[in-house]
């Protein structure tokens, strides 16, 4: 089975087993995860009903408050027009609300920042691990670097003594059957130390291999910014593909989802990579009709439309 159609049945699977949400690709400090699994924190329901959207981290890293309104451009650390951009977003994602004071913009926080998630989970996708391309090289890395609780290899083949003696130990290890969802560990995940500070592998020579200490206060910081970016994205494909061919729907066993089918070529197709007018199928037509948003509501518990983006527009046409 191809990378794409494995991933997203890995993410149909791990969301409807999970309490919390699931991202796809997110770049992290030097690499991009296929999966990441967000484990709700205490307050995971106020960060829900706060905003459907990526807060900006400069905001919630800043000076501004709930109490005080404070002028962006001396509360975010960051150069004035930089501010200002951060400020507005936080103001759209509905975490800051804006008001005058005399020729300038103050803004505040329209609630406390919530302590939403407990773990973060690095899931790496290999449905055949005789092909294993950088594998063993990316989970050293992840491991070195523990901003991820736990680690899991996810393959579709069987696992032999030989490739478990190549991956490291505390990395756990999956075997998923993607027709049926169905889920073997073979090998449970072993915790990593967040709260320490983590190696980062860089470059690679024969002579040297860069490293470099990546404190804990970096990498809690580092996991915020993963945190809200898995919140915002999500692990769904942004659109389905404009043509007639196209289908919205699940793997088999969660068929009501709305996920980029393609008839013609009888498998999940990444729109962005393999639709367009080069396709030898492809027939323009209108997108078949979906609401990925209204899926992931459903199915999870994110809310794409929650009390707090009330005041988000309030603020904004006040300006
Ligand atoms: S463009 Fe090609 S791959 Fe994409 S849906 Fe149409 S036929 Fe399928």
Not at 246 to 266: E, I
Request: aromatic share 6%.
């Amino acid at each position: 089975m191809r990378e794409f159609a494995f991933e997203l049945a890995v993410a149909a699977s791990l969301e409807a087993a999970t309490d919390g949400l699931v991202a796809r690709q997110l770049g992290t400090r030097d690499r991009i995860v296929d999966l990441v699994e967000i484990e709700p924190g205490p307050d995971f329901s106020e960060r829900t009903s706060l905003t459907a959207e990526p807060i900006p981290p400069l905001a919630i890293e800043s000076a501004v408050g709930v109490g005080t309104a404070r002028d962006p451009v001396e509360a975010i650390d960051t150069d004035p027009d930089h501010a200002r951009s951060v400020a507005d977003q936080a103001i759209e994602a509905g975490f800051f609300t804006a008001e005058r004071r005399g020729s300038r913009r103050h803004v505040r926080q329209t609630a406390r920042y919530p302590d939403w998630f407990a773990g973060l989970h690095a899931y790496e996708n290999k449905p055949d691990l005789d092909r294993p391309g950088d594998l063993e090289r990316q989970l050293r890395k992840d491991v070195s670097l523990a901003l991820f609780d736990t680690v899991t290899l996810v393959t579709d083949s069987y696992v032999t003594g030989a490739h478990r003696n190549r991956i490291p130990e505390v990395v756990g290890i999956v075997r998923f059957d993607a027709e049926h969802g169905e889920t073997t560990v073979i090998r449970d995940a072993e915790p990593l130390s967040t709260e320490t500070t983590g190696i980062a592998i860089g470059e690679r020579s024969p002579a040297r291999v860069d490293i470099e200490p990546i404190p804990s206060e970096r990498k809690t910081a580092l996991r915020l910014r993963l945190a809200e970016r898995a919140y915002g994205k999500g692990w769904r494909p942004d659109g389905l593909p404009p043509c007639t061919q196209a289908d919205a729907r699940g793997p088999p066993f969660a068929s009501d989802d709305a996920l980029p089918y393609c008839q013609w070529k009888g498998r999940f197709v990444h729109p962005t990579r393999e639709c367009g007018p080069d396709c030898g199928g492809h027939e323009a037509a209108e997108p078949p009709p979906a609401d990925i948003d209204a899926v992931r509501a459903e199915k999870t518990p994110w809310e794409p439309d929650p009390p707090g983006a009330g005041r988000t527009q309030t603020s904004l046409d006040d300006f």
